[in-house]
Protein backbone atom coordinates (compact mmCIF):
# COMPACT_ATOMS: atom_id res chain seq x y z
CA UNK A 1 0.00 0.00 0.00
CA UNK A 2 1.44 3.72 -1.09
CA UNK A 3 2.10 5.73 1.83
CA UNK A 4 0.77 8.68 -0.10
CA UNK A 5 -1.83 7.78 -2.76
CA UNK A 6 -3.53 10.34 -4.56
CA UNK A 7 -6.72 9.89 -2.83
CA UNK A 8 -5.77 9.79 0.22
CA UNK A 9 -4.03 13.22 -1.13
CA UNK A 10 -7.32 14.04 -2.77
CA UNK A 11 -9.10 13.63 1.20
CA UNK A 12 -6.25 15.55 3.12
CA UNK A 13 -6.65 18.55 0.78
CA UNK A 14 -10.47 18.26 1.02
CA UNK A 15 -10.26 18.54 4.28
CA UNK A 16 -7.39 21.20 4.41
CA UNK A 17 -9.55 23.15 2.33
CA UNK A 18 -12.32 23.14 4.76
CA UNK A 19 -10.67 23.97 7.66
CA UNK A 20 -8.77 27.18 5.71
CA UNK A 21 -12.69 27.92 5.06
CA UNK A 22 -13.65 27.49 8.67
CA UNK A 23 -10.80 29.71 9.84
CA UNK A 24 -11.79 32.44 7.45
CA UNK A 25 -15.10 31.93 8.61
CA UNK A 26 -14.12 32.30 12.38
CA UNK A 27 -11.11 34.88 12.21
CA UNK A 28 -12.05 37.02 8.48
CA UNK A 29 -8.75 38.74 7.78
Keep these: M ?3 CPHQ ?3 LHHLFA ?3 GS ?3 L ?3
Design 9 to 11: LRN
Design 2 to 4: SPL
Design 18 to 20: LFC
Design 23 to 25: MEV
Design 27 to 29: FPT
